[in-house]
């Protein structure tokens, strides 16, 4: 099966420069947003409302949003905590990003905070979000394996999709944050949560440890997820998911869905162009 259209959200801003070591200059960050939107995304995700001393290259949030907005851009923004979503909404944020680990130890790890804890605070952040008027975009992260707990088994999934779902979230980003997951895995995954929740949209956000990102996109594709996550260059990586590399390219994702007749409304060449300038940010590629 392949669908007439998919839609690409990139993020390579965001997750692409996360766990960079060495500080990118906000002048850099700017440019390549501004590249990658002439490139023609509808939606991308540029920045994270995080503390500075856990991510400290996500320091210039503030400067980064008051851009985005200058820009005219449909941006999304992580907000991990209530103080995060205060934040972001003084910034005039249009989408907000929750990201909650489907493995509790995860959690801990990435936003100090258990499972449970985390979808407690996410009631009050989603009515507070509704309330201004925010996009609402839920991750639920290592929704496949997790370096500390191992296997992660489908109720944890659930149990975090359910919740999301019961909040009003817009739209649930299913993320495979250490790149583990194989193709059979995401097809079983992604058929018993669209059987489970038909009227939901699923997004699929692939690390490429592996090098199984590009095979899942099409394994998620068959189980009828159109919309997927992508990072320009293959940069990113979570720095509390330790060894998990980059998200799937953007422009290998593109080129791929391209020669299947498949579109995405981007200018593939235009993402050509971009991908060295990502690349050259990196320290790690
Ligand atoms: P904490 O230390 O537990 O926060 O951090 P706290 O509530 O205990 O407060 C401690 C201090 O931090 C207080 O200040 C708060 O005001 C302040 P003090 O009173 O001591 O002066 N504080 C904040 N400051 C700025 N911004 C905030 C904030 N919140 C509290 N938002 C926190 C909790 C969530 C902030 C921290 O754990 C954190 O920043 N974690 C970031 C983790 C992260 O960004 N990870 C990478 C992104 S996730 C990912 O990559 C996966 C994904 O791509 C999907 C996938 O691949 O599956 C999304
Ligand atoms: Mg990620």
Redesign the pocket.
């Known amino acids: 099966f392949i669908p007439k259209e998919v839609e690409i959200i990139e993020?390579g801003p965001r997750?692409g420069l996360?766990n960079e070591p060495l500080a990118i200059s906000t002048e850099q960050k700017k440019e390549l947003i501004a590249r990658l939107a002439k490139a023609g995304f509808l939606r991308m995700e540029t920045t994270?409302?995080?503390?500075?001393k856990?991510?400290p290259q996500?320091a210039d949030c503030e400067e980064i949003a008051r851009y985005c907005n200058e820009l005219g851009i449909t941006y999304i923004a992580?907000t991990?905590?209530m103080?995060?979503l205060e934040?972001a909404i003084a910034a005039t944020v249009p989408q907000m990003?929750v990201?909650i680990g489907a493995s509790s130890e995860f959690n801990k790890r990435?936003?100090?905070?258990t499972t449970s804890e985390s979808l407690a605070e996410c009631e009050p952040m989603f009515a507070r979000a509704k309330q201004e008027g925010m996009f609402i975009r839920a991750?639920i992260?290592?929704?496949f394996t997790c370096p500390f707990q191992g296997e992660v088994t489908f109720d944890e999934v659930k149990e975090v999709c359910d919740r999301f779902i019961q909040l009003g979230a817009d739209e649930i980003?299913v993320?495979?944050?250490n790149g583990q997951a194989d193709p059979k895995m995401v097809y079983e995954r992604f058929s018993r949560l669209r059987d489970l929740y038909p009227d939901t949209t699923f997004v699929g956000?692939f690390?490429d440890t592996e090098k199984m990102a590009l095979v899942n996109v099409i394994a998620a594709i068959q189980a009828g997820i159109t919309k997927f996550d992508s990072s320009i260059g293959g940069l990113g990586g979570?720095?509390?998911?330790p060894g998990a590399t980059g998200n799937v390219a953007t422009e290998e994702l593109v080129n791929m869905l391209i020669r299947m007749g498949c579109e995405t409304n981007l200018n593939f060449d235009e993402l050509v162009n971009v991908s060295p300038f990502a690349k050259s940010l990196s320290s790690r590629i």
Do not use: E
């Open positions: 993020v997750d996360q994270s409302f995080v503390h500075p856990w991510v996500m992580l991990p905590n103080k995060a934040r990003a990201f990435n936003i100090n905070k991750y992260s290592m929704a980003d993320g495979d944050t956000h690390h979570c720095p509390y998911s």
